[in-house]
């Protein structure tokens, strides 16, 4: 259990949050099974990301940020805390918003269901503690395998899904723009803050060489279970909306629990799809108002660890439950913002060359012992420089479709 419980997983189900499953359901919709196989691509990709930041948590007993700062500087350390604060905003805005689609699926209204989400998470991270919140975490994000059981539901032809994996796919730009958006919705910013922190956390660096693998352990089995359920997404699209080649938007849950009724029913579309977006939503939303707030405080040095109470790190809670509560009241007072989900992974993959440049930096500054070296070090940077070039040419696009 000590090998599927831990922040590895618990970071990992939170990357498949409301953006991710609507980028993967709309990447189904216009393109079959097209994305299965770059979502089986990007599992090494998470892993060697995720398994870095843990090496280098474990090796330093600091957070992200903290190192950041104390290896090139202050401006620096601003400058991924910016980078950090705009990650987090997007992705905590389209939590709620998932939340709320959830819920006038069922006939509550925003306030009720965005409100009861926002202060169930501001109850636990205030009381909780790092071990409660971790276990309470995935109990709730593992409501995202209902998302493996509405692929099989959905019955896909396994011959055309087999194909997808050989290459039977036609590249455009909005292609283009989703496999962007795809590779922002695994490999988020935020993560790397929240698990680097995490792990001290969770005590693995005083267990030595049983805590790190530990952490490796179950950073791996959360990113196999994550892409596996992001699969499940496309598949279940693909195999039906994708049939059509309708093009429908699907902006939201309310959209695709509407669109997939004719092929599995009323009840399984909005309880599979529904629940399914809720763990995936509010575990994400969890995880990312808890990396917001390790990010901002290592960088201006305030205490903020979750097993400290909130009188001694009374800043660190306070930036937490104020991203909780701002991005409730703009999902809440706002109409339009359900549309974002791609837009911000799109956006994530464009902040990734700052995220990984720092990452890469500090890996190479660790100790002779756990540093990489030989073919995995090889392996690890053309993996890396694979999603940085996706980055750049995401900013690229950004810029030119702007001018």
């Known amino acids: 259990m000590a090998t599927v419980i831990g922040p590895g997983m618990l970071v990992m189900l939170a990357d498949t949050d409301a953006g991710s499953v609507i980028t993967a359901a709309q990447s189904g919709a216009l393109y079959r099974f097209g994305f299965v196989l770059p979502e089986l691509l990007l599992i090494p990709i ?3 990301v995720q398994e870095i930041t843990v090496r280098i948590g474990l090796s330093t007993g600091k957070g992200h940020g903290t190192l950041i700062r104390e290896t090139f500087g202050a401006p620096w350390a601003a400058a ?93 730009h909005g292609y283009g723009t989703l496999l962007a958006a795809t590779v922002g919705a695994v490999i988020m910013p935020w993560m790397i803050f929240y698990q680097q922190e995490a792990v001290i956390d969770k005590g693995y660096r005083e267990r030595g060489r049983a805590g790190l693998a530990a952490a490796r352990t179950n950073t791996f089995i959360g990113a196999v279970v994550t892409q596996v359920i992001m699969i499940a997404i496309v598949v279940v699209t693909g195999a039906t909306l994708g049939t059509l080649h309708e093009g429908r938007p699907l902006n939201d849950v309310g959209a695709i629990a509407t669109a997939l009724t004719p ?68 999902v809440v007072v706002a109409t339009n913002l359900v549309g974002l989900a791609v837009d911000v992974e799109v956006m994530n993959a464009a902040l990734l060359p700052v995220v990984l440049t720092f990452l890469v930096l500090l890996e190479r500054r660790l100790p002779d012992a756990v540093r990489m070296r030989g073919a995995r070090r090889v392996i690890a940077y053309v993996l890396i420089a694979l999603v940085v070039v996706v980055g750049f040419v995401t900013i690229a696009s950004v810029v030119h479709s702007a001018l």
């Open 46 to 48: 998470l892993y060697v």
């Open 80 to 172: 991924a805390a910016v980078t950090l604060l705009v990650a987090c905003a997007g992705a905590l805005v389209t939590e709620f918003a998932g939340v709320a689609g959830v819920g006038l699926l069922v006939g509550l209204p925003k306030g009720v269901s965005v409100g009861a989400a926002a202060l169930g998470l501001t109850v636990l991270i205030v009381f909780g503690r790092y071990r409660r919140i971790e276990v309470i975490g995935i109990v709730v994000g593992a409501l995202e395998l209902l998302f493996v059981v509405a692929a099989v539901d959905a019955r896909p032809n396994l011959s055309a899904l087999a194909r997808s994996l050989t290459g039977d796919w036609t590249f455009s």
């Open 263 to 330: 092929f599995l029913g009323h009840r399984d579309a909005v309880v599979l799809f529904g629940l399914g977006m809720v763990g995936a939503s509010v575990v994400a939303a969890l995880v990312v108002s808890v990396a917001g707030a390790w990010g901002i405080a290592e960088v201006f040095g305030w205490k903020h660890s979750l097993n400290d109470p909130p009188s001694t790190a009374l800043r660190f809670y306070s930036v937490a439950i104020a991203g909780i509560v701002v991005s409730a009241l703009a």
